[in-house]
C-alpha cells in the first residue's frame, strides 16, 4: 500500500472527528502493516458483520475507536482471550504499531477495521450487538473552533449506544478535564445509556474490561496530569 493514510472518503455528511495527515511510520510499523495487518484485516463494507465469521469463533465483540499505537488494545486482547476486539483505527503507524504487538505477543482475538469509526459504526455494526465499546484518549481538539469535530458527541452518541447489547458498556477515557466533562455531559444525557458510578469512574475503572495504565498515562500521572474515565452500561 502507498504512503497516504487517507481513508475511503465518507458516504454521509459528517465532520471528521481526525485530521487526515501524512505521518511518520517507522519500518517496522510499514513492515508490520503490509506483512501481518492482512491477516487480520476487516475490509470496510455497507453491510453489517458477521462477527463469528470475522474472528472464526463465537464470542462476545468489544469495539475499540482509535486505538493509537495498540498498547492497550493489546493488554486488554492479551488478558481477556474470551472477548474478541474490533480495532478502528485509520492510521497506518498505528495500525502497523498494533499489529506488531499482536505477532509479538500471539494475539488471536484482535481484527482491525481501516476506516471512519462512525461509518463503520452506521454501516457494519447491528443495533443490540457488541458487549462493549472502548473510546480512549480520543483527539480532545482542545480549540474551541474545533469542538465539533470531538468524537464523544451526539447524534454519534445515541447511534453507537444502540449498537451495544442491554447490559452492556460504553467505556471513554480523556486526559483533557474540558473534555471530560463535554463526554459526561452528554453520555449522561443519553437516554440509552445509565453511569454506572456517580459521575467519574473511581478505580478499578471497569470492572467488566479493565483499562490498564500505559507508559503515556502513567508518565502523565507522575506529572500530575489528570486523567478522567466514564464507564456507562446500556439499558
Not at 6 to 24: D, K, N, Q, V
Not at 69 to 92: H, W
Request: aromatic share 10%; net charge positive; hydrophobic share 45%.
Amino acid at each position: 500500500m502507498g504512503e497516504a493514510e487517507e481513508p475511503a472518503g465518507p458516504r454521509y455528511t459528517h465532520i471528521r472527528s481526525f485530521a487526515l495527515r501524512r505521518g511518520h511510520v517507522t519500518q517496522a510499523q510499514r513492515r508490520a502493516y503490509e506483512e501481518i495487518f492482512p491477516r487480520f484485516a476487516i475490509a470496510y463494507a455497507n453491510a453489517p458483520l458477521d462477527y463469528a465469521a470475522a474472528f472464526g469463533r463465537a464470542a462476545p465483540t468489544v469495539l475499540e475507536i482509535g486505538f493509537g499505537m495498540g498498547e492497550t488494545s493489546a493488554a486488554i486482547a492479551q488478558a481477556r482471550p474470551d472477548v474478541n476486539f474490533l480495532c478502528v483505527e485509520v492510521f497506518v503507524a498505528g495500525i502497523g504499531a498494533l499489529c506488531k504487538r499482536i505477532e509479538d505477543m500471539a494475539l488471536a482475538n484482535i481484527r482491525i477495521v481501516q476506516h471512519d469509526a462512525v461509518e463503520v459504526v452506521h454501516d457494519m455494526l447491528a443495533p443490540d450487538s457488541l458487549a462493549g465499546v472502548h473510546v480512549f484518549f480520543p483527539d480532545p481538539w482542545p480549540k474551541a473552533r474545533h469542538h465539533k469535530r470531538r468524537l464523544i458527541a451526539q447524534p454519534f452518541v445515541g447511534r453507537l449506544a444502540s449498537r451495544i447489547a442491554r447490559g452492556g458498556y460504553l467505556h471513554a477515557a480523556t486526559d483533557w478535564q474540558h473534555y471530560a466533562q463535554q463526554m459526561l455531559d452528554v453520555l449522561s444525557a443519553e437516554p440509552q445509556l445509565a453511569n454506572l458510578h456517580t459521575g467519574f469512574a473511581p478505580a478499578p475503572r471497569n470492572p467488566l474490561c479493565e483499562r490498564p495504565t500505559t507508559k503515556f498515562h502513567a508518565r502523565g500521572e507522575r506529572l500530575g496530569h489528570g486523567v478522567w474515565d466514564l464507564v456507562f452500561e446500556r439499558r
